[in-house]
């Protein structure tokens, strides 16, 4: 090799180191950066922090077994009842029924849903909205009949995250007025567990038709010049004290 290859070779050299240096120091900005934007974008608003998300759910209700007796008590009649009502109002699915496949409890599965099947009927649940499936129960496991049908639910959470420190420390994140994580997780969580339809937080419900009756009263009384409003009359009288009169 002579010397100006050797030359050459070096400032191939030199130059690919410069190369490999500002490519690292390029990632340490790009890291640098990053950070920065993470901690710029730090949500304010608890919708954003701690999101009501709707997913599907299950219901589930057990009918135990005796076995030596078969149909439904007065509570596990009230129970299905219930089941069923439910279903028709928030039910997303048909209804599964898991019916125990043991031996002994032949017979009494076989009562109890005969009365569980009737309960349905009577609550307007087509039969071809129900299926019956088996499972094997354990020699001394409680034996039940489970009724499940799936149905939307709104949750939120998990609370008690706790990312970044509330301080003092380093950082603009800490001399900012902006509330911390968790602020506002709890009151998130209970609004999606008592909500009654899930389905409000995304859109209204449809508008239900006018009380006909009200309606027409009101605009005949209108029609002929009488006084529309309603008359309540005596709905004080039951009051205890006439202080004030």
Known sequence: MTASQRTIVRRHGRLALRFATLGGLA????GCFQHADVADNYPYDIRQRHPITLHQGRHTVEVFLGRYRGGLNPGQRADV?????GWRHEGTGGIVVDV???RRMARSAADSLHQIY???AASGIPRNAVYVRRYRVAGTALASIRLNYSKLVASAG??????KDLGPASGKQYVSNRPYWNFGCAMQHNIAAMVANPADLVQPRGATPPYEERRSDTIGKYTKGSDPSGQYRDYDKA???????
Do not use: H, R
């Open 239 to 245: 009051k205890i004290s006439d202080l004030g009169k």
């Open 118 to 120: 009737s309960i349905f």
């Open 158 to 163: 998990p609370c008690g995250q706790w990312p």
């Open 81 to 85: 009842l219930a089941f069923a009502q």
């Open 100 to 102: 125990p496949s043991n």
């Open 27 to 30: 990632v340490l900005l790009a």
